[in-house]
């Protein structure tokens, strides 16, 4: 088996937030077993982490349906900032790094902060799925999955 050659990003910033390396996933450690990177989301104002964001290079049909290409999550004081949505937008420069011109997004029906991250990117809503009662999500208490679809190179986000 071929190990992924993973990149280094020193840089990942909005001038408001910056994404600092954090580790790498690989093999059995990775969901579908699909190469991550991961991120701690810093607030640039007082260098607070505020976060964590994680994208997957690759896609499975599991990722598609329910587990996502990128995983992200704020800390409860630090919400209603739109830090999870910025740091997707930063974010993409990975995904675009390894020729990827889609990410497919997946959150749980009830997570509306979820759901309007996706909206604020630019993400088109696919539809709502159940999860299967064999899948792992499932057994932590996932029970319906939105899915969104953000093409990255189309639309005001455009990182090009």
Not at 33 to 56: E, L, T
Not at 68 to 91: D, E, N, S, W
Not at 120 to 136: E, F, K, L, R
Request: charged fraction near 20%; proline fraction near 4%.
């Amino acid at each position: 088996m071929r190990m992924f050659a993973f990149k280094q990003f020193p840089f990942l910033t909005d001038g408001e937030l910056s994404l600092i390396h954090d580790g790498f996933l690989d093999g059995d450690s990775a969901m579908e077993r699909v190469p991550a990177y991961i991120f701690k989301i810093i607030r640039n104002q007082d260098k607070m982490p505020v976060g964590d964001i994680d994208i997957r290079i690759g896609l499975t049909a599991g990722l598609q349906q329910y587990g996502g290409q990128l995983g992200y999550g704020i800390l409860p004081y630090c919400r209603g900032h739109y830090y999870a949505a910025k740091a997707c937008l930063i974010i993409q420069s990975v995904a675009l790094a390894h020729d990827m011109d889609q990410l497919w997004i997946t959150c749980n029906d009830d997570n509306i902060a979820s759901r309007k991250t996706c909206q604020y990117i630019g993400a088109d809503y696919v539809d709502t799925v159940p999860v299967p009662t064999s899948h792992d999500l499932y057994l932590r208490g996932d029970r319906w999955k939105c899915r969104y679809l953000w093409q990255l190179n189309n639309g005001p986000f455009d990182a090009h």
